[in-house]
């Protein structure tokens, strides 16, 4: 079992050209999209969030139980469910606008033990950000951690809802210790003004850097380093690309029976080098759609 731990919210997607083109509402969050896309890859996946009562999180945990997620751990409140306007540009990548206040997936608490067989426990983006849940979803890093088990974080930055970037970059270096992987864009580690080898002497095994269509590279411990190139495909958008990074990683890792950090040390070369091609493959599959709509595992071929 791999649980996701985060955010849940509807994107507002443009239809067309202009800031108000036709805004249609599309289920996302970083979280959110990793969990459809691992559960469309056939791993077994468990959501830990915060949804509303109201419609959109009807629909977010539709979306989810479609995907085959248990979703029986998600807590649900009143409060309005956190809304994010998209705006594209000429490349179709995606940036936001977001409407947080008072509603419910900031509002996570820290819950009880996780379901039995955990694996892995994925974080990142928005619900690291927003308090009170995002030091609750820090607890959940740190106990995870303390119990052995394979974590995942992907900061994937979004600036506007940052008010103090130096806090939240120190905030970053404490969570390091407790990381097994860490996966993250060529504009985060811009913004975060790191680097993959100083992160990983401050705790994950192995550090992903995504470089769009350039595709990805892995920096492990033992100072290796590997890369992949992009696929190439008509890009609609990017929304979800990265969080499809995320589900094919840990899918294609769990496929390996190496969700640990002594295996993570173990892949080498080829098992590396397959593993991002299966994740490049993925995330162009989801940049050929319109909005995050991950790929389902016939749609990938052999990892």
Known sequence: MIVVAGEALIDLVPQGPGALAGLKPALGGGPYNTAVALGRLGSPTAFRSRTSHDAFGEALLDGLRRAGVDVSDVQRGPEPTTLAVATLDAGGSAAYSFYV?????????ASSALPEGTRAVAFGTCSLVLEPGASAYE???RTASGQGLFTALDPNIRAGL???AEAY?????RWLPSVTLLKLSTED???????????????PQAVVVTRGSNGLTVFTRDGAEYSVPGEKVEVVDTIGAGDTVNAALLHGLSVRDALSAE???GLGRDGWTRLLRFAARAAAITCSRAGAEPPYAAELGEL
């Open 101 to 109: 206040n008072g509603t419910a997936d900031r509002l996570f608490t």
């Open 263 to 265: 295996a993570l040390a």
């Open 139 to 141: 607890e959940l890093m």
């Open 162 to 164: 940052i008010p103090d």
């Open 189 to 203: 580690a811009a913004w975060l003004g790191g680097t993959p080898r100083e992160w990983l002497t401050a705790g």
């Open 169 to 173: 970059r120190a905030r970053f270096e």
